[in-house]
Structures are given as C-alpha cells and as structure tokens.
C-alpha cells in the first residue's frame, strides 16, 4: 500500500472555510483503480494556524501516480483553493508519501 499526505497549515479563523472546501468537493477518488480510502484530518492549533492532514490510501504508489496524472485529479484540485481569493494558507501543502512497510489490525475494529 502507499499513503499519501498533504499537510496544510490554516490561518487562524479560516477552518471553516477550509473544511466547506473540502465537504463540498468533488473528489473523483471513488472512480480511481487503486483507491482504497480517504481522511481529512484536524491537528493541533498554534498561534497562528491550525494544523490539517488529507490522507489517502491506495493499494500500491502506482495506483497514486495514475491519479495524479489523470483527468479526474485536474478537475478535483480545479477549485482546490478558497473562492473569495484570499489564501486559507501559511505557505503550501506540504506533501509526503509513503510506502506501507507493515500493517496491523485488530480483527473486530470498529470504523
């Protein structure tokens, strides 16, 4: 499996612009061979931003690859920005991707 990871750092008052973006996207993972799972995920707040993490799994870092060069990645990210065009951001998403090395589940886990 390979995880990819998209850190963003919100400005202060800006989350709930930030997460209507991401509640009211298209997102076109779904269509996506390969795609296993998505997370968007709140971190801590700092003075001066609050720290989100969007998450996706996907069966194998090929399978990520073909999204990021296909049609359905360009419209997904088309609006990926805030619509009154002030930045939500300090500085880019930073992005890291890795390769799973080891998993473990408990058989009975709950979602």
């Known amino acids: 499996m390979f995880i990819a990871m998209n850190r963003f750092e919100v400005k202060k008052g800006a989350e709930s612009a930030f997460e209507n973006a991401w509640a009211t996207r298209e997102s076109y993972l ?6 296993v799972e998505f997370h968007l995920l709140k971190g801590p707040e700092l003075d001066d931003h609050t720290l989100y993490s969007s998450h996706t799994v996907w069966v194998d870092k090929a399978a990520f690859e073909a999204w990021t060069r296909s049609e359905e ?11 009154t065009g002030e930045s939500l951001y300090l500085g880019h998403p930073k992005f890291e991707g ?9 058989a009975s886990a709950a979602a």
């Open 73 to 83: 990645f360009r419209r997904a990210h088309a609006r990926a920005d805030n619509r």
């Open 30 to 35: 779904g269509a996506m061979a390969g795609f």
């Open 98 to 106: 890795f390769e799973v090395i080891q998993t473990e589940r408990k």
